[in-house]
C-alpha cells in the first residue's frame, strides 16, 4: 500500500540529444520548488543526516534526486533522474511488463520512477516532471500512478509556469487521447476492455465514461460481465458496481432485471439480491449519513496511506455511503415486489430490517469519528485546525491553531518533563547532559535524535539550534529525548511525530517550554492527572 508516481520509458528510441533537452528542463522545474534530498553534514563535530535542499549531482555522473520537500518537511521515497540516456540504455532492470500503449513490443521498457510520495506534498510536483517527460516523449514515456485528472491539471498549471513551451496531460488520464492509441480494435467490447485497464481514475468515473461513450447494448454487456464475477450481489465489489449504476443510469428496475433476470446476468437470488439493494443505502434518507461526506476523496489531492487504510475499512463497513441516489423505502420495496412475485415474506420488513441494522451502525461510528469532524468544522478561512501530527508540525499561533485537546497534550508532554526534574531519579544521567556546557548538550542532541531516533530533520532546523544560545529550549529537547527512551516509546507513531515538531517547529517548542515554568498551569495539570489515575482506580 502507498501512493506512487510512475514513469516507463522505452530507452532505446530516445536520442542523447533529445533526452538532454528533457533533462535540463527538469532541471527548471527542480529549482522551482523546494524538493528536499538527504545529505550527510556535519553539526557539533559529528555527522548526521541532513534534509537539504535538492541540486543537480556531478558524481559519478550528472543527476538530480530528492525524496521530499521543505515545505511539508516529509518525505517518502527517492526520485532519481540522469542526463545521460545511456544510463538507461544499459539498464537491465526492465519492467518486465508489456505496455500495450507502446508501439514497439521489442524494446524493454525501464521504470524510471516507481517510488512512493505517500501524498506528501511534493507529489504534485514529481508528477509535473513525470508529466514534462511523456509530453516531450510522447511515444517513449507513460506517466502512471495514484494519480488523477485533477491532479494532473494542478500539476500542468504549475509547470506551465516556469517552462517556455507548455506541456501536456499525461495520455492514462484522458479517455479521449487514450482510445485513439489503439487504432486497431474496432470492437466497442475490446475498447471498454482497454479504458477498464489502462485509464487511470477512480472507478465511478471510469464507469461514467464508459456508459457515455459506448452504446447502450456495449454498456450492457460489459456491466453484466463484470456483475458475473460475483457470486452474490452483497460482496463489496458487486454492491459498489451496483452504486455506480444507480448513480449515474439511475434507472433501479434496469438494475434488478440485469442482475437477476437477464439472460446474460448473473441471475442473483432474490433474497441476497432484496440485501443488496438495501446495502446500497438507495432508500436510507441523505441526512442519515450526510457526515460521511468528511471522508470523500477530494479530487485533485493525492491521498496519504492513512487515507487508503482509512477507506479500506470505511468500504468493508459502509460501502453505501458513495451513493447518490435516493429512492423511498416503499418505492424500492415495490419495484423489488413486481420482480420477484414469489418471494416468501415481506419484502418491505427486510428491507427495514437491514437499514435498521445500518443506521445502528452509523451511530456508533459516528460517535467514533466526532473528534475527527469537530476539527474539520471548526476550520474556517482565517483558521485552520489540523489532525494531531500535522496540528504540532505546522502550528503557528496565527492561522493554523491547537484545539483544546491537543493543548492538552503539550501540556501533559510539559508535566511529564518537570516532573521528571524534580524527582531527578537519574540524576547522574541528568548531570552529565544537562548541566554541562552548552556546546556539549547540544552535541548530545543531535547523537541522541540521530542514533537512537535515527531522526532526519531539515538543515534549518539543525541551524537554529546551532545558533542559539536558549539553554531551556535545547534542554526540553533533550528531556523529551531521554524520556521517551526510558519509556520506549521511540516507535509509536504520536511519539515520533511529536518528537519531529518539536524539532522542527520552534513556536510549538516554545509553547511547551512555556507551561513548563507555568506554575499555574502545572498544578492543574497535578491534579487532573490524580483525578484521572483515581478513575482508573475505581
Not at 279 to 308: D, Y
Request: hydrophobic share 40%; with cysteine.
Amino acid at each position: 500500500m502507498g501512493t506512487y508516481v510512475g514513469l516507463s520509458l522505452l530507452p532505446e528510441g530516445v536520442s542523447q540529444l533529445q533526452w538532454g533537452k528533457v533533462y535540463e528542463e527538469s532541471l527548471e522545474l527542480l529549482n522551482a520548488f523546494p524538493f528536499a534530498d538527504i545529505k550527510e553534514k556535519n553539526y557539533f563535530g559529528l555527522t548526521i543526516p541532513v534534509f537539504v535542499q535538492a541540486k543537480e549531482r556531478v558524481e559519478p555522473k550528472k543527476f538530480w534526486q530528492f525524496c521530499g520537500d521543505l515545505n511539508s518537511k516529509k518525505y517518502g521515497e527517492t526520485f532519481k533522474l540522469y542526463k545521460e540516456i545511456s544510463v538507461y540504455k544499459k539498464s537491465i532492470e526492465s519492467d518486465g511488463r508489456k505496455d500495450i500503449l507502446f508501439e514497439n513490443q521489442e524494446q524493454h521498457i525501464v521504470r524510471i520512477f516507481d517510488s512512493k510520495t505517500q501524498g506528501h506534498e511534493y507529489h504534485l510536483y514529481i508528477l509535473a516532471i513525470a508529466m514534462l517527460i511523456e509530453s516531450r516523449l510522447p511515444k517513449y514515456a507513460l506517466v502512471s500512478g495514484n494519480i488523477d485528472y485533477k491532479q494532473c491539471v494542478k500539476a500542468k498549471e504549475w509547470a506551465d509556469m516556469h517552462l517556455s513551451t507548455p506541456i501536456d496531460l499525461p495520455v492514462r488520464v484522458d479517455a479521449e487521447r487514450l482510445l485513439p492509441r489503439f487504432s486497431l480494435i474496432n470492437n466497442d467490447i475490446d475498447k471498454i476492455e482497454v479504458l477498464d485497464k489502462w485509464l487511470i481514475a477512480d472507478q465511478e468515473k471510469k464507469f461514467e465514461i464508459i456508459f457515455n461513450l459506448f452504446s447502450r447494448e456495449s454498456f450492457v454487456q460489459w456491466f453484466l460481465r463484470i456483475l458475473r464475477s460475483y457470486s452474490s450481489p452483497v460482496q463489496i465489489g458487486a454492491l459498489k458496481f451496483m452504486i455506480y449504476y444507480l448513480n449515474i443510469v439511475e434507472d433501479l428496475k434496469g438494475l434488478i432485471y440485469l442482475a437477476c433476470k437477464h439472460e446474460d446476468g448473473p441471475k442473483f437470488q432474490s433474497s441476497d439480491m432484496i440485501k443488496a439493494i438495501a446495502r446500497t443505502w438507495i432508500c436510507l434518507p441523505q441526512e442519515h449519513f450526510s457526515f460521511m461526506k468528511a471522508f470523500n476523496k477530494v479530487e485533485g489531492h493525492p491521498e496519504i496511506v492513512e487515507r487508503q487504510f482509512g477507506m479500506m475499512m470505511l468500504d468493508l463497513r459502509f460501502s453505501g455511503r458513495e451513493i447518490k441516489t435516493h429512492i423511498p423505502l416503499d418505492e424500492v420495496a415495490a419495484n423489488l415486489e413486481n420482480h420477484f412475485p414469489d418471494f416468501e415474506g415481506s419484502i418491505e420488513q427486510t428491507l427495514i430490517d437491514e437499514i435498521s441494522l445500518i443506521e445502528g451502525e452509523l451511530q456508533i461510528f459516528h460517535e467514533q469519528v466526532k473528534p475527527s469532524l469537530e476539527i474539520s468544522d471548526a476550520s474556517t478561512e482565517s483558521k485552520m485546525y489540523l489532525a494531531d501530527g500535522d496540528a504540532f508540525l505546522y502550528f503557528n499561533n496565527d492561522n493554523i491553531l491547537l484545539t483544546e485537546d491537543q493543548e492538552l497534550q503539550l501540556r501533559a508532554i510539559a508535566y511529564s518533563i518537570k516532573v521528571f526534574i524534580e524527582k531527578n531519579e537519574y540524576s547522574k544521567m541528568l548531570n552529565q547532559f544537562l548541566f554541562g556546557s552548552l556546546s556539549d548538550m547540544k552535541k548530545v542532541l543531535a547523537a541522541l535524535s540521530n542514533e537512537k531516533f535515527h531522526m532526519i530533520l531539515t538543515e534549518h532546523t539543525w541551524n537554529w539550534i546551532q545558533e542559539t544560545d536558549n539553554v531551556e529550549l535545547i534542554k526540553t529537547l533533550l528531556l523529551k529525548l531521554i524520556i521517551d527512551e526510558l519509556m520506549s516509546n521511540k516507535s509509536e507513531k504520536n511519539n515520533s511525530d511529536m518528537r519531529k515538531a518539536m524539532f522542527e517547529n520552534r513556536k510549538l517548542l516554545e509553547k511547551i517550554n512555556g507551561y513548563i515554568k507555568d506554575e499555574q498551569t502545572m498544578e492543574i495539570m497535578q491534579e487532573w492527572i490524580k483525578e484521572e489515575e483515581e478513575g482508573k482506580g475505581k
